[in-house]
């Protein structure tokens, strides 16, 4: 389909006067202005830099550079508001910085990076300058155990959100310490 329009869009980050959508079937992320008009596009099938297979997750730093979650890639990508490639992270594997189908991702407060590292059953966590921080849950069906996490979110106050797609819920966390 051709620009603007979307091919099974799956995630949204705002940042700005800009909405940002991963298309996933066309292989690209969308930037709209908040009315709706559509402005410009990146990417395309591949493994290569600025390309992507399935990107689904989406987010945008406080600097308004935009992270993408390219999921049968297993890593992320970062480009810059005018979806210039900045760099890409992460490669398939278990390891700390690895990833397997990677989905959903979100920044706190403090810039760190969060990231829904769906077949690993972990949230991956980084700091501003990517450095990998840590990992939170394990795979099962107790709190604070996952089965193929997709979606991390920050309230307001500070509680943490994880949608926990294969156990069917949402789990709620108080805030982390810093």
């Known amino acids: ?21 991963t298309d996933q079937w066309n292989n690209r992320v969308e930037k709209f202005g908040l009315d709706g008009n559509y402005l410009l596009q990146w990417g395309d099938l591949g493994s290569g830099e ?14 308004g550079d935009v992270y993408v979650t390219d999921h049968l890639n297993h890593r992320i990508e970062k480009f810059d508001p005018r979806g ?8 398939e594997g278990r390891r700390p910085g ?17 990231v ?6 972990r949230i991956q966590i980084f700091d501003p300058h990517l450095r990998y921080l840590g990992q939170w ?4 069906t107790r709190p ?12 307001p106050g500070g509680d943490v959100y994880v949608v926990d797609s294969y156990n069917n819920r949402v789990q709620k966390f108080g805030p982390l310490k810093p």
């Open 137 to 140: 849950g394990i795979f099962g």
């Open 1 to 21: 389909t051709g620009p603007g329009q979307l091919n099974r869009p799956h995630s949204l980050a705002v940042f700005g006067n800009f909405v940002y959508i």
């Open 98 to 114: 690895q990833f397997e189908h990677p989905q959903g991702l979100r920044f706190d407060s403090q810039g760190r990076l969060f």
């Open 144 to 155: 604070g155990q996952f089965n193929r996490p997709t979606a991390v979110a920050f309230a």
């Open 50 to 63: 600025g390309q992507f297979n399935n990107p689904v997750g989406i987010a945008a730093d406080r600097h």
């Open 84 to 91: 210039r490639f900045l760099l890409q992270f992460g490669r």
């Open 116 to 121: 829904a590292d769906d077949g690993n059953n």
